[in-house]
């Protein structure tokens, strides 16, 4: 996905994060099911799903067997990663991105990590 996401309000963040940590796609119901600390209720969960699907951060990954009807299933459209990173990069200036890079640099403790990251945009930067 090229086009630059759009910004979660807090509760559209606590959805994608769930959805981000699970390993398959979920249900309304098992996004509740695994928010434990809160308290969804399953209209507002389908409403936070619907705005994250006009916001292309959810996708349509399938249907699964509920107890008498099928559900429909959602996964993100892009990890966590990649949406900070395109979010990043859109919503701040050179100068805010330049000073966010070096923050994440002197935050990193593994000086070979930070190598290798900077190793690794050279090659992708000089093809």
């Known amino acids: 996905m090229s086009k630059t996401p759009?910004?979660?309000?807090n509760s559209e963040r606590e959805i994608m994060q769930v959805l981000w940590k699970s390993e398959k796609p979920l249900t309304a119901s098992g996004i509740i099911a695994a928010s434990p600390n809160k308290e969804w209720k399953n209209s507002s969960?389908?409403?936070l799903i619907k705005s994250l699907l006009d916001k292309?951060?959810?996708?349509?990954a399938?249907?699964?067997k509920t107890t008498k009807n099928y559900a429909?299933?959602?996964?993100?459209?892009?990890?966590?990663?990649d949406?900070?990173?395109k979010f990043m990069l859109n919503d701040t200036d050179k100068e805010k991105r330049k000073n966010i890079i070096l923050k994440m640099i002197k935050e990193e403790t593994d000086l070979d990590i930070v190598r290798e990251v900077l190793d690794a945009a050279k090659d992708k930067l000089s093809k």
């Not at 759009?6 to 309000?9: D, F, N, Q």
Request: proline letters at 4%; charged letters at 30%.
């Open 62 to 64: 399938g249907f699964e």
């Open 56 to 60: 292309d951060l959810v996708e349509v």
């Open 72 to 81: 429909r299933t959602f996964k993100p459209t892009m990890s966590y990663e």
């Open 45 to 47: 969960v389908h409403l």
């Open 6 to 9: 759009k910004k979660l309000t």
């Open 83 to 85: 949406y900070s990173i």
